[in-house]
């Protein structure tokens, strides 16, 4: 089976397993399921974003559900992913999809699920859908509508939900703290669809705000449109040399953030998610737990427990991470790759609405996002994290798998081990409060090394036990 869903969905490299025929199939596949459940009457919503053949591939999943008789909504513009998520809860659907390889490079595309709240489709749901994919192969019996015929029989509904998705954020941020400082913004939307949204909410909120990087380029500048220290040199010499109070970047599909403090310094998304955990807490008064991945920094559990809250620690995928956040009503919930949402916005990733409160927190706070994140530091000390990403052959993924999953080895560390989790990857948790873990990408072709220490330098010795150990160099 060529279509084969991952922790973001399904994605594939253009024309060689993303192909109109995997895409009808997979709508097709869709199609079935929601008559089966009783709910394609509901209809169905597809957005998309700028990616090559983005636009092209919503239009071939439209005429498979023209085909089958289930109305379908179109945004007839490209769109941030949440902006999709949103439109599935605000148009209450039991299902929604959106045309995206998110941060993935130039040459690959996909599909990610939405369920009914517009939350990321579980694995339950991906692997009945991987079911339906399987038995359509063996009898593809649909029959797709083209697209201008789907539209005249009304079956077909190009729609703009951009206003509903703005104004929804306009009133979960304190835009009259925003109006009265007048802060200078710079946005990067990296070749991607953040543009319009975020740009609109800040200056709504009378911020200055210049953008790079906008127009559409499907080879996204040459870079990975992934927000990182490496590709973001551009927004951080803007933010220097135009003093700025902010610098913003998000992914190809704008679940993901990236941001260039005012001192033109990068700050990681670990950074980012504690220092919006401990403004929503301290600042804002809210109560509630946190929710983080495997691989994300645990100074979120130290905060939680100064505040008298949980931190609850799930697998890689941010639909494990919503569906925790929906069980414990905890206040937010994010991942060390960028992705973070917050309780009474979407439940799921949002770099546009987390944006917006990081401007809010500078703006109510009057201070600067590097003296808040001192402020955590000094009280809860330093948690430095190391990260590397290392390519693979099919048979160094079995040898690696074999060594981490199967016998279960490990280097001698130098600091005590207090327990080792194999429930995502392999997570060595020491004694000292730091741990490492090892882990492939359920997205690219990449086996990830994390290590988290009270020192960075500790972090890549550490980082760099595991790398030898598995002979990655």
Partial sequence: MSIKFGTGGWRAIIGDEFTRANVQLL????????????????????????????????HWAAEVMAGEGIRCMV???????????????YYDLSYGMAVTASHNP????????FTKGGRDA??????????????????????????????RAGLIELINPMNQYVDSIIRAVNMDAIRSRGLKVVLDPMYGVSKTALQTILITARCD?????????????????APNVKTLIGLQNFVIENHCDIGIATDGDADRLGVIDDAGEFLHPNKILVLLYYYLLKYKGWHGAAVRNIATTHLLDAIAARFGEECYEVPVGFKHISGKMAETGAVIGGESSGGLT???????????YAASLLVEMIATTGRKLSEIYKDITDQFGAFEMEERDYKFSNSEKERIHKTLMVDKLLPEFPCE????????????????????????????PLIRIFCEMDDLREARRYVELMEDFLNLK
């Avoid at 199609?31 to 983005?54: H, N, P, T």
């Fill in 27 to 58: 709508t097709a596949a869709l199609c079935r399921k929601m008559k089966d459940e009783g709910v394609a009457e509901r209809g169905f919503l597809i957005g998309y974003d700028r990616r090559f053949l983005s636009q092209e591939a919503a």
């Fill in 75 to 89: 945004v007839d513009r490209e769109a941030p992913t949440p902006l999709i998520m949103f439109s599935v809860k």
């Fill in 106 to 113: 130039a040459i690959y595309n996909g599909i990610k699920v």
């Fill in 122 to 151: 579980d694995e339950v749901v991906t692997a009945d859908l991987e079911r339906y994919i399987d038995a359509l192969e063996e009898d593809p019996d649909y029959v797709p509508v083209p697209f201008e015929e789907g539209v």
């Fill in 209 to 225: 705000v210049d953008v790079i990087h906008e127009r559409r380029d499907a080879l996204f500048g040459g870079r990975l449109p």
């Fill in 342 to 352: 917050v309780r009474g916005h979407i439940q799921g990733k949002d770099g546009i």
């Fill in 417 to 444: 081990v207090e327990k080792v989790s194999y429930a995502d990857g392999c997570k060595v948790y020491f004694k000292n409060g730091g741990w490492i873990i090892g882990r492939f990408s359920g997205t690219e």
